[in-house]
């Protein structure tokens, strides 16, 4: 795993970095994610930026961002986030490129491999599990990626419908 910036760093404002995204990329309010999504996002992000950059304990902010999107449950979600991390993690050769939740900038930008990665998390939510293996099998180089199904779809059953709506993510 590779942020595209230091993942300790920590900027003032979005505009400090300027980066814009490069031709596989594209910004994250135009991939069209939802709410779950997002969240999903923010959480996925924190524990790449953990095994990163261990330093910046990004396990904090993940389990942090779950418990107040999710109440309750977001130990259980950010717990099945980990193991859909780990289930593309063990399933790749090759490095994943993530952008650090930490700058603004880069945090509105989606690398190719998020956008896949989050990609296959929304065709899962809908029921389309062909489209979702498609983008796994590209993001996982290939490999077999029945056990990241698996866990994309058991981190899609553990999000609480509804989420708390005073959360604010």
């Known amino acids: 795993m590779t ?8 900027h003032e404002n ?8 490069d031709a596989k990329e594209i910004a994250v309010e135009a991939a069209g994610l939802d ?4 969240i999903t996002l923010q959480i996925f992000r924190y524990f790449f930026q ?3 950059c261990p330093q910046s304990q990004g396990w904090v902010h993940a389990l942090e961002v779950a418990r107040s999107a999710c109440g309750e449950h977001g130990a259980s979600v950010a ?11 063990t399933t790749r050769t090759s490095t994943f490129m993530f952008n650090s939740p930490s700058c603004p900038g880069c945090a509105a930008i989606l690398s190719e491999h998020e956008r896949r990665l989050m990609s296959a998390l929304a ?18 180089e290939g490999n077999d990626v ?3 199904i698996s866990a994309f779809m058991a981190l899609s059953d553990a999000m609480p419908d509804p989420l708390p709506a005073e959360t604010g993510l």
Do not use: T, W, Y
């Open 35 to 38: 709410r779950f999504e997002d």
């Open 3 to 10: 942020a595209r910036r230091n993942p300790g760093l920590r």
């Open 123 to 140: 065709s899962i939510r809908r029921g389309r599990v062909a489209p979702a293996q498609l983008e796994l099998m590209m993001l996982c």
């Open 79 to 89: 717990h099945k986030v980990l193991d859909a991390m780990r289930a593309v993690r």
């Open 50 to 52: 953990a095994f990163a």
């Open 146 to 148: 029945s056990g990241a």
């Open 14 to 21: 979005s505009s400090c970095c300027g980066r814009q995204p």
